[in-house]
């Protein structure tokens, strides 16, 4: 912050020395304050121009309602690339059909083989205990 000294105050507003000095921040400072940037609008000014921004924009609602740009009547080539479109869609959702169908069965061959192989060594070990608990019975 700035100290201010005497000579501050003593220059003449006309004078040369007062034209090349600026004064100091601080004395600016409260001057910022009391500077209003506009006078408050009087309410029925405000009122009016709601008034008139609203009677624009119904205006304006009702003029690009009115002149619409119109789309042309389907022809006979926008059915038939309709038709082209849902024959790909179709095929698509076949194909895809038969892909999952062929992924089922090939999993379903693969639990079988791997229950079978499974099933085996079950049998296998419970054969195994059996002559275990052979070997071990107090007679």
Known sequence: ME??????????PGSAAA???RPPSSVLRPLLIYMS????????????AAILTTIAGA???????????????ATKTDHQDLN????RVTAGYLALGEK??????EVVTAI????TAIEQRLDALESTVARLDERTKKS
Do not use: C, Y
């Open 84 to 87: 082209t479109i849902r024959d």
């Open 100 to 105: 999952m169908e062929a992924n089922h069965k």
């Open 3 to 12: 100290s201010l000294d005497s000579s501050d105050f003593t220059r003449l």
């Open 59 to 73: 205006a304006g609602l009702l003029l690009k309602k009115r002149f619409k740009r119109k789309q042309p009547p």
């Open 112 to 115: 079988a083989q791997h229950s």
């Open 37 to 48: 940037p506009e006078p408050p609008v009087p309410p029925a000014v405000q009122t009016w």
């Open 19 to 21: 034209r090349t000095h």
